[in-house]
């Protein structure tokens, strides 16, 4: 495809894509294809041809299986776009390199709703990227196993929502990482949990290599802990400028193997556990833990260091 820009300077009488043209509108891809989606446009449908403005692909999985690897696609998410999930990987993002980029703030976020116990988006693919999306648990009856399923290397997930629909749908884990997903990397994300005993934001029962959790905010009800790993641990993690509620009583915010190793830097907990420099809030005694602080929920007072000094 022309551009119509050469050495900066434009073509008299180009045709130019503004998405393609990153750091202007930076949607789109200026190296490779992109896809829209948009499940509420007229002429929206998943067949070959379409994938256009003016002919998006209904489904993110459709546009995703139109991609070619490794050639930096984009499947552009329309506002207000919405899709719903009832099986393992309906979603499946199993196509190198692809980025799948929501457009729209506040109730125009793309999102994507799970109504049954094992629907799930899962990215398989190594070095793809989830932007911008809205994950809702929509299971009236029951529990919910997880919403993002992850197995491939260098994932990235930046400014996306995971949440419940009402206090009745609850998903267990929020974000599951599996053999592979090494290098995954979670940032500017919140999730929200509106039940009680979900078991966590990000479980791992995986010994994965180089995994960040930085810039986020999560906040509930989690009995395994906000963040966990207790079984086959981490290697070189980075969990660092996060704000963590735990609204479970009794349990630790950050749960990490014994044998974890890493950083865990400059987080700050709110936790139903008294505050205190013990690990009962954050648990990663093979990580070097700095400037971590840490609040009981009903105190208005600053934090102490949690894990204390030494």
Known sequence: ?????????VAPGAAIDPTKIQGVCGYGSLFGDTYYVDSG?????????AGTRAHPFATIDYAIGQCTASQGDVVLVAPGHTEDLDAAGDIAQDVAGVIVRGVGHGTLMPTITFSADAATFLVSADNCAIENIRFECDK???SHDTMLSVTGAHCHVRGCLFTEGATTEQTVDYITLGTGADWFLIENCMAVSLTDNSDSVI??????KHVE??????????????????????????IHNNVLRQDAAATKTIDLSATAT?????????SKV?????ETVIYAPKCRCSENYAIDD?????????PSAT
């Not at 479980?203 to 994965?208: C, D, E, F, M, P």
């Not at 008294?274 to 013990?278: M, Q, R």
């Open 1 to 9: 495809m022309a551009f119509g820009i050469n050495n900066n300077h």
């Open 41 to 49: 446009h007229t002429n929206a449908t998943d067949s070959t041809g």
């Open 140 to 142: 009236t009856t029951g």
């Open 203 to 208: 479980t791992t029962a995986v010994a994965l």
């Open 213 to 238: 959790i930085r810039s986020n905010y999560f906040i509930g009800d989690f009995d395994q802990g906000v963040i966990e790993n207790t079984t086959n641990a981490l290697v070189n993690c980075r």
């Open 262 to 270: 890493g950083e865990v830097v400059q987080n700050a907990v709110i």
């Open 274 to 278: 008294a505050a205190g420099g013990d």
């Open 298 to 306: 009903t105190d208005s007072k600053s934090g102490v260091l949690t």
